[in-house]
C-alpha cells in the first residue's frame, strides 16, 4: 500500500477511494429522482472510462475534450481521463462550430466527449479539419452512434465503458498501473479563456497543481462542518468548477450535480445544501426580485422590510466584529426573521451556511441583504492561469467587499500601478503553444494577473477593476466600471446588465438593459399594458426611475466618475450573441464595436480624445 501523499489527480482520488469506499461521493438525478453514487460506485465507473480510453489507444498527455453540461458523467469521463493518463480539454456547450473546432484543432484533441446528437453532428460537419480527432464518445443514452457514420469514430460511453471493463478483466491490475504511472508535472488539464479580450488561449495545468491546491483548501478551513453537502450547477467547463471538485476529492464532501439552471431553486429546497457555489448574476437576481416583491407589496410591505434589513444588517455588523448582540438586537432579528428572512433562507433549503462566489465582483448591496438574512456569501478570487482560487473570505473572519487572505501556499503582492501580482504551486505552467503571451504573463515566476486591487495590513484582497477594463477619461482620470456597474445594478430592480463606457471621452456614460420581469411589473404599475416592452425604452417615466438610481449612485462618486447620459436598449446582452461569456461575463469590446453609433450619440459631435 502507498502511503506516500498524493502528488497526482488519479492519486488523491484512489485515496479518497481507499478511506471512505461506502460514503456518498455524488448525487444525480435520474428522472424525477435522486440517485446517489458511493465513492466505491465512482470508482467502478472511473475505472470503466479509464481502461476504456487506454483499449481504443489513448496515450499519456493525449487531449480529451469534453463538451456538455454539468452533470455526472462530465466529472467521471474527466476523472476517467486523468486516471488513464491523459488531459481533458474543456469546451462550453453552448459554444459555436467555429470555436469548437478552434479548441479542438489548437488543443490537438484526440478524443472528444460530447453530450449529445447536437454536439455529436457539431463535430461530424467539422471532421475533415480535425484529423487529429480519433474518437466522439457521445454521453447521452440511447443515442445511434451510427448517425455519424458508422465507422466506429463514435461510440456511446455505454460502449466505451464495456470496452473498459472487458480491458480490466483481461488486465485485472490495469487501471492501476495506469494511475501510478502518472507523473505530477504532467499536463492534468487544458483550459481556455473566455475570449474578452481576444481569442482564447489554452492554460495549461498540471496534476501537482490541482492537488497542492486542493490540500490548501483542506487547509484554510472553510469546508469544515459535520456533515457538509455541496450543490453543484455551475459549467464544469470554467476553472471554478474544477477546483470545487478536486477539493472535494482532498475532503471527501458529497455533491449533488445537475446543472440545468432552471431546476435550481427546486433543487436546492429539495437537496438541502450546506453550501454552494455560484456567480454574482445569480445572486443579482435574486435580489432584484426581492426588491421588486417589496415594491409591488405597498407602504407597509415596504416599511416592514427596511425595518428588518435594518436589524439583519446591525446584527450582521455585531457578529463580525465579534460582539454578541444584545437583547434588545435579538429580539428585533427574531421579529425581522420571522416576518421577512426565514422565506429567503427556505428558498435554498434552510441548511445554507455560506455561499462561495467568484468569477466577478459582487456589489456591496447585493451582499449586505444576504448577510442580513443570515446568508453569508464569501467571495473568492483567481484566474484560470491560477487554476481557479489563490484567495477566499472566510466564514469566521468575514469581511465584505474583500476576496479575502491568500490560501496557503499562495505569494500575493501588488506592483507600483496596482496590478495585483502571484506565484505559487497552482499557477499555470504557461499558454499551450503561446510563448510570447506565457512570457509576458508569467514574469520572474509572478503571475501578472491584469487585476487591479488593495491589501490590508491583514492581508485581505479587494480587487477594485481588470487593468485592462479601467477607464481613463480625456481629462486624465482612471474610473473603475465594473464596480459602477455593480453598484447601479443593486440600486435598481429594473437593471439587468450595465456598460459604463467612456474611455477617452471627456465624461462617462452607459449601456443598461432591463430585466424582463421587473420591466413587465413596471409596465403593469403604469397601466401600459400590451406595449411592446421593447418599445418603452425611451418612455420618459421609465427614463425617470432609472435616472434616480444614477442619481443616487452618482451621489457617491467624484465628479469625474460620475454616469452622465445612459441609453436603454431594447434587449439583454446575450451569450447566444456573443456579447457575454459563459460566464456571463461582458465581452466590453465587442459590445463597444456593436453599439459604437449609439455610444456615440451620447456624446453629440464629440470626438474621442488621440
Known amino acids: 500500500m502507498n502511503l506516500e501523499p498524493p502528488r497526482t489527480v488519479p492519486a488523491l482520488f484512489l485515496q479518497r477511494v481507499g478511506k471512505t469506499p461506502s460514503a456518498e461521493a455524488f448525487r444525480h438525478r435520474v428522472g424525477d429522482a435522486w440517485v446517489s453514487l458511493t465513492w466505491r460506485d465512482t470508482e467502478r465507473r472511473v475505472r470503466a472510462i479509464a481502461c476504456g480510453l487506454r483499449a481504443l489507444g489513448l496515450q499519456g498527455e493525449e487531449r480529451c475534450a469534453i463538451i456538455s453540461s454539468t452533470r455526472i458523467e ?7 481521463i486523468l486516471c488513464a493518463g491523459g488531459a481533458t480539454t474543456t469546451i462550453y456547450p453552448s459554444s459555436t462550430r467555429e470555436e469548437c473546432a478552434f479548441i479542438l484543432s489548437d488543443s490537438e484533441s484526440a478524443y472528444a466527449f460530447v453530450e449529445d446528437r447536437a454536439q455529436l453532428e457539431k463535430l461530424a460537419r467539422r471532421r475533415a479539419e480535425l484529423p487529429a480527432l480519433r474518437h466522439v464518445i457521445v454521453l447521452a443514452p440511447g443515442l445511434d452512434p451510427r448517425l455519424a457514420g458508422g465507422d466506429g469514430w463514435a461510440l456511446t460511453l455505454e460502449a466505451l465503458e464495456a470496452l473498459g471493463e472487458a480491458e480490466h478483466a483481461r488486465h485485472p491490475g490495469r487501471f492501476e498501473e495506469l494511475a501510478e504511472a502518472v507523473r505530477p508535472d504532467a499536463l492534468a488539464t487544458l483550459v481556455y479563456t473566455s475570449g474578452t479580450t481576444g481569442r482564447p488561449k489554452g492554460v495549461e495545468l498540471l496534476h501537482q497543481g490541482w492537488v497542492a491546491q486542493a490540500e ?44 440545468r439552471v432552471e431546476k435550481l431553486v427546486e433543487n436546492l429546497a429539495v437537496v438541502r445544501p450546506t453550501f454552494v457555489c455560484a456567480v454574482p448574476r445569480i445572486f443579482e437576481k435574486v435580489y432584484q426580485r426581492v426588491l421588486l416583491q417589496v415594491r409591488e407589496g405597498g407602504l407597509a410591505k415596504r416599511a416592514v422590510f427596511r ?42 433549503g434552510g441548511r445554507l451556511r455560506f455561499f462561495v462566489s467568484g468569477s466577478a465582483p459582487l456589489s456591496r448591496e447585493v451582499s449586505d441583504l444576504f448577510e442580513a438574512a443570515g446568508l453569508l456569501i464569501l467571495e473568492g478570487y483567481g484566474l484560470t492561469e491560477s487554476s481557479a482560487a489563490t484567495h477566499v473570505d472566510l466564514p469566521h473572519r ?46 520572474d515566476g509572478w503571475l501578472h494577473t491584469g487585476d487591479v486591487g ?60 432591463l430585466d424582463p420581469a421587473a420591466l413587465q411589473a413596471w409596465v403593469d404599475r403604469q397601466g401600459l399594458a400590451g406595449r411592446d416592452p421593447a418599445q418603452l425604452t425611451g ?14 449612485l452618482n451621489a457617491g462618486l467624484p465628479r469625474f466618475a460620475n454616469v ?47
Not at 217 to 228: C, F, K, S, T
Request: glycine fraction near 10%; charge should be positive; proline fraction near 7%.
Open 74 to 80: 462530465w466529472i467521471l469521463c474527466d476523472l476517467g
Open 216 to 259: 490548501s483548501v483542506e487547509r484554510a478551513g472553510i469546508l469544515d462542518h459535520p456533515e457538509p453537502l455541496q450543490y453543484f450547477w455551475l459549467p464544469l467547463s470554467h476553472v471554478f468548477g474544477k477546483m470545487i471538485g478536486t477539493a472535494q476529492l482532498q475532503i471527501g464532501f458529497p455533491t449533488a450535480v445537475d446543472g
Open 307 to 348: 425595518w428588518a434589513l435594518g436589524a439583519g444588517r446591525e446584527r450582521a455588523r455585531a457578529l463580525r466584529e465579534g460582539r454578541a448582540p444584545g437583547p434588545l438586537l435579538r429580539l428585533r432579528w427574531a421579529v425581522a426573521d420571522r416576518l421577512v428572512f426565514e422565506r429567503v433562507r427556505a428558498l435554498f
Open 398 to 443: 468575514h469581511r465584505p467587499g474583500s476576496v479575502g487572505p491568500a490560501l496557503p501556499g499562495v505569494e500575493v503582492k501588488l506592483a507600483p500601478d496596482g496590478e495585483i501580482l502571484m506565484r505559487g504551486p497552482w499557477i499555470m505552467r504557461g499558454y499551450h503553444g503561446l510563448h510570447e503571451a506565457t512570457a509576458e504573463a508569467l514574469q
Open 454 to 513: 488593495v491589501l490590508d495590513a491583514d492581508g485581505y484582497l479587494t480587487i477594485t477593476d481588470r487593468k485592462k477594463d479601467l477607464i481613463k477619461t480625456s481629462g486624465g482620470k482612471y474610473v473603475a466600471p465594473q464596480e459602477l456597474e455593480g453598484r447601479l445594478k443593486a440600486l435598481s430592480p429594473l437593471v439587468s446588465q450595465v456598460l459604463v463606457h467612456g474611455d477617452r471621452r471627456n465624461y462617462v456614460s452607459a449601456l443598461v438593459t
Open 539 to 552: 418612455h420618459p417615466a421609465l427614463r425617470a426611475d432609472l435616472q434616480r438610481a444614477l442619481d443616487a
Open 564 to 610: 452622465k447620459r445612459f441609453t436603454v436598449l431594447p434587449a439583454e446582452f446575450s451569450e447566444a450573441a456573443g456579447e457575454v461569456t459563459p460566464s456571463q461575463k461582458l465581452r466590453r469590446k465587442l459590445i463597444e464595436q456593436r453599439y459604437h453609433e449609439v455610444l456615440d450619440a451620447m456624446y453629440g459631435e464629440q470626438l474621442r480624445a488621440p
